[in-house]
């Protein structure tokens, strides 16, 4: 079985540039979590969807970060305008229905120069 | 709101070595914990998990147990291997939420 994909591994931008990510799930998982893991601390929550439908996006700067998942599969995560503070790893998860294991892809490392 | 908190590391221990991660969890009603693993260069593996009091998850020679009277849910394995060197990950989920909040991470380093 596939696991979670995650593109690319890596990004350095400038401040104030925008990015995207991009992330496919594990086939027939409902639910997609997008995480921030900045260095020295564990992932946070950024975003939950719940087939294309947000859940929870509370933690979200909506200012600058924006994320969709169209048609329930992939989804993409934006920064616009992208700031110092940003760089980080970037992590993406799925899981079935439910509050079952999520998988992690192996995340986008970005740094904002 | 929910917190874990691991204990700070790095930690360094010689093969064979025994080894304590210790976590301990704020949140209200039973949530379902877990203990995530991060080799260099890799994603989040999950290692093991408890989804009641008094649960033991174990996993490739880790155990843990759900010890709610103490809030805890502490790591051990018997005998380290190079192979176990990696960041460890205490994380829980709230009663009916799927959300995952983690500790801060341990960074294991096994040396021969």
């Known amino acids: 079985e596939a696991g979670v994909a995650q593109s690319p591994r890596y990004k350095i931008i400038e401040k104030r540039q925008s990015v995207a990510f991009w992330c496919n799930p594990i086939s027939g998982h409902a639910t997609l979590y997008w995480y921030q893991q900045i260095l020295g601390q564990g992932p946070k929550l950024l975003i939950q969807f719940q087939n294309n439908g947000v859940v929870d996006d509370s933690q979200l700067p909506k200012d600058r970060f924006s994320a969709e998942r169209l048609k329930g599969v992939d989804s993409t995560l934006k920064i616009q305008p992208a700031k110092l503070e940003d760089s980080a790893v970037y992590l993406c998860?799925?899981?079935?229905?439910?509050?079952?294991?999520?998988?992690f892809g192996p995340g986008t490392r970005l740094t904002v120069l | 709101g929910d917190s874990v908190t691991q204990m700070e590391g790095p930690v360094t221990l010689s093969e064979e070595a025994f080894l304590t991660i210790n976590c301990t969890y704020t949140a209200t009603g039973y949530p379902s914990l877990f203990w995530y693993v991060q080799y260099p260069g890799e994603g989040l593996q999950l290692l093991l998990k408890a989804t009641k009091a008094d649960d033991k998850g174990s996993n490739k020679g880790f155990e843990a147990t759900y010890r709610k009277e103490t809030t805890s849910f502490h790591l051990e394995k018997g005998s380290v291997q190079v192979s176990d060197s990696a960041v460890y990950f205490c994380a829980l989920t709230g009663a009916g939420s799927y959300q995952l909040t983690f500790g801060k991470g341990t960074k294991l380093s096994v040396i021969p």
């Open positions: 998860a799925s899981s079935t229905t439910g509050p079952d294991t999520q998988y």
